[in-house]
């Protein structure tokens, strides 16, 4: 089976460029996760979604950043402009949803640089 | 807001030590509870997790957890550790009413000296 399919790998950007960040989660499952990991503030959830509908969103840093889930098997994330203090690296997961306890399954990330 | 506390940022052992990674979370109801391991340059997978029943959970590559419900613990064990255990180690938590959201400890790195 494939696991949760993240492009591009990585991703070196200059500021204020937008930047779209795509996933494809593992069939089936319904419930899909952006996560950003970095240094300084460790495994952060931006954004998370049950049956493509946006739940909580509660951790998208700002206005620049949006997400997308358009079908149960397509989710992108984009940062328009892009900033420095952004580069990261932002995490696809994906569960069966169900009401708590499922396995999360990650992405292999995608290395975003804004320079 | 429930937060998950790893308090030990960085721990450097030898191999065939024993080892005991602590994790504490903050949430009053019922939770599930994860440990997720990153090893260099890869993406988190999963190492065990508990849900009910028995408060000791063994997952892969000989790793082990407690739940210890009055503590608000579930600390990461392994008897023995390998090189190949170099990694950074996460908890996490889910609430039972969260659906699968997990929120993430810190994380711990663990180096491991041949």
């Known amino acids: 089976d494939a696991g949760v399919i993240q492009s591009p790998r990585h991703e070196v950007t200059e500021m204020g460029q937008e930047v779209t960040l795509r996933c494809k989660p593992i069939s089936g499952h319904n419930s899909l996760f952006w996560y950003r990991q970095t240094m300084m503030r460790g495994l952060e959830l931006l954004i998370y979604f049950n049956n493509n509908v946006p739940i909580d969103d509660s951790g998208m840093p700002e206005d620049r950043f949006s997400a997308k889930m358009p079908n149960a098997s397509f989710s992108t994330l984009k940062i328009q402009p892009s900033e420095p203090r952004d580069s990261a690296v932002y995490f696809c997961a994906s569960s069966y949803g169900g009401p708590s306890g499922n396995t999360i399954y990650f992405g292999e990330g995608s290395w975003l640089t804004v320079v | 807001a429930q937060s998950v506390s790893q308090h030990n940022h960085h721990v450097i052992l030898s191999e065939a030590a024993s080892l005991e990674l602590g994790c504490n979370y903050s949430y009053g109801g019922t939770v599930n509870l994860f440990w997720y391991v990153q090893y260099p340059g890869q993406h988190l997978q999963l190492l065990l997790k508990y849900f009910s029943g028995d408060p000791l959970v063994k997952g892969i590559k000989g790793f082990e957890a407690e739940f210890i419900k009055s503590k608000f613990s579930f600390n990461l064990r392994k008897p023995s550790v390998q090189w190949s255990d170099t990694a950074e180690y996460f908890c996490?938590?889910?609430?039972?009413?969260?659906?699968?959201?997990?929120?993430f400890g810190g994380g711990t790195r663990l180096m491991v000296k041949p």
């Open positions: 996490a938590v889910n609430p039972n009413n969260a659906g699968n959201m997990l929120t």
